[in-house]
């Protein structure tokens, strides 16, 4: 069973910046497309950057030039650097594939207010 673990979280102004790492224990990381999902109080859970094995990423509107996603396969480690942080990006973050094929890890909790 693969196990995900989120780091990185904090409390932070707005217009800051954070960086999350996620780290999965698999041998296999390199050939997966790998996400990072938020869920923000009383809304669901949604992707907001993914990347593919060969470094290809997307992001949701929401996000687009302020967050960019990233991997290292040697470290089985994804990052989210995460730039010009909004109250509206308060939220648990969690990695896991683009299609959710492993059971979730605790997530990392992102607070931006002042």
């Known amino acids: 069973q693969v196990q995900l673990v989120e780091s990185g979280g904090g409390l932070v102004q707005p217009g800051g910046s954070l960086r999350l790492s996620c780290t999965a224990s698999t041998s296999r990381f390199n050939f997966y497309t790998m996400g990072w999902h938020r869920q923000a109080p009383g809304k669901q859970r949604e992707l907001v950057a993914h990347?593919?094995?060969?470094?290809?990423?997307n992001y949701a509107d929401s996000v687009k030039g302020r967050f960019a996603i990233s991997r290292d396969n040697a470290k089985n480690t994804v990052y989210l650097q995460m730039n010009s942080l909004k109250p509206e990006d308060t939220a648990v973050y969690y990695c896991n594939t683009a299609s959710v094929i492993w059971p979730w890890g605790q997530g990392t909790q992102v607070t931006v207010s002042s």
């Open positions: 990347i593919t094995s060969s470094g290809s990423t």
